[in-house]
């Protein structure tokens, strides 16, 4: 199989594990699931936030210097952007069972899946990765 259709399977595994994350929260629920009291839960949105913060700024800001680091393997360069960007949805998950917030849930869910978007695999993602090397 090629580099590219591989990418794009990999790709959608990540979309699909948003998915199963957001089905899965919404039937079990918020709160208590981990036993854990809200206040405490809700001094980890800070860290979350910044951590996604930061796994979005590898994404963009440090590209060129992770496709240097994949030594010119493309797909592992989409492995580690996807595992980034799917990450943040994980972040929210872990908010939302702990009982952070409600409301947050959505919000990591749609950051994730706008990297995800962002860093599809394509032949023009392909050319970008080529010439950062």
């Known amino acids: 199989m090629d580099t590219q259709r591989l990418s794009w399977l990999?790709?959608?595994q990540f979309v699909l594990t948003l998915v199963i994350l957001a089905a899965v929260g919404f039937v079990i629920g918020p709160a208590g699931a981990a036993g854990v009291p809200a206040e405490s839960a809700g001094l980890l949105v800070?860290?979350?936030?910044?951590?996604g913060g930061l796994g979005t700024v590898i994404l963009f800001a440090l590209s060129p210097?992770?496709?240097r680091?994949?030594?010119g393997n493309y797909f592992s360069?989409?492995?580690v952007r996807g595992?980034?960007?799917e990450?943040?949805?994980v972040y929210g998950f872990v908010l939302y069972l702990l009982g952070a917030s409600r409301n947050l849930f959505p919000v990591f869910l749609v950051w994730s899946l706008a990297l995800l978007v962002l860093v599809m695999p394509s032949s023009a993602d392909q050319?970008?990765?080529n010439s950062s090397l």
Do not use: E, M, N, Q
């Open 10 to 12: 990999v790709w959608f």
């Open 46 to 51: 800070p860290v979350f936030i910044g951590a």
């Open 65 to 67: 210097a992770l496709a």
């Open 69 to 71: 680091s994949v030594k």
């Open 77 to 79: 360069y989409v492995l």
């Open 83 to 85: 595992a980034f960007a």
């Open 87 to 89: 990450s943040i949805g």
């Open 127 to 129: 050319d970008r990765f």
